[in-house]
């Protein structure tokens, strides 16, 4: 699968950006899917995870209430959806996928290293 991440840009505090994740060369539904950040110097953070079946999402505390990630099948495309943007968001965003067979369908994975399938990143700019 090859992932193409999109969606970035410039904004402002407290502004939304919605981030998207589209497969290609396979189906988005065979897989979970997660949303990691990376700034200069620092290690790649983990932001947000969809299960495959996309009843489970998980986001960790620093963004839980301001992030959301969702899925659509139909589109092979995983969104993240940002709200109250912060400048200490600034980072390049990735999404990642990691292919799940039955019965871990509604399993969502967190670590880095359980995800074998990495978009390019896309620059997300908080800053007024």
């Known amino acids: 699968v090859q992932l193409q991440a999109s969606g970035g840009g410039l904004v402002q505090p407290g502004d939304s950006l919605r981030l998207s994740c589209a497969a290609s060369g396979s189906t988005m539904s065979t897989y979970a899917v997660g949303w990691f950040r990376q700034t200069p110097g620092k290690a790649r953070e983990f932001v947000g995870a969809v299960s495959k079946s996309g009843i489970s999402t998980w986001h960790p505390p620093p963004v839980k209430g301001r992030f959301s990630i969702s899925r659509d099948d139909a589109k092979n495309t995983v969104y993240l959806q940002m709200s109250s943007l912060k400048p200490e968001d600034t980072a390049v965003y990735f999404c990642?996928?990691?292919?799940?067979?039955?019965?871990?369908?509604?399993?969502?994975?967190?670590?880095?290293?359980?995800?074998?399938?990495w978009g390019q990143g896309t620059l997300v700019t908080v800053s007024s």
């Open positions: 990642a996928a990691t292919e799940v067979i039955p019965p871990e369908v509604d399993t969502v994975m967190i670590i880095e290293s359980e995800y074998p399938y």
